[in-house]
């Protein structure tokens, strides 16, 4: 029987049991398992397990470009600070912030999405855009001081987030406060 949308299924599958168990219990069987198929359903579909982590981290990063747009959305909206907090907790308190782990973690996937064109480390690097882009255009509607210096701010606000969420904290309010404090 044909399987619909295998792809999605053991995306999705993966990203439960990253969230339910951590980096370290992710592999192929533990991503066909939780999807219900037979472990040659992965390989059928993906030259091998880093190549399927490639396409999944591939395929969120589009998650990431509709949270910016989202958060574009809000420019002079509520306050600057919740906005950034919410956020920041949006993406790191989810199975983002899980796969940035993963990618930090594996040579082999992060050599793989070098290949397909995303330097740095992916994710991590979507969410600085984001957030770059955000207090940008909060500077822009006078929100920040003239001169805020956006791109290091967004640098410290993502690196901090993501300390947040490998300590399973929840603090992003009083990280984004420091970060603009000296932006007024």
Known sequence: MAIRDVREQLFTAAERVLLRDGVNALTSRAVTTEAGVAKGVLHRHFADFDAFLAELVLDRIGWLATRRDGLLARVGEGTVEGNLADALRDVFGSVAGVML????????????????????????????????????????????APDADVDSMALMLVGSSHLIAAAEEDDFERVVAAALRSSR
């Open 101 to 144: 782990s993963l990618i930090i973690a594996r040579d082999e996937l992060r050599a793989r999405l070098r290949a397909a064109g995303q330097p740095g480390i992916p994710m991590a690097a979507d969410a600085m855009k984001m957030i770059t882009a955000y207090l940008a255009a909060e500077r822009g509607a006078g929100r920040l």
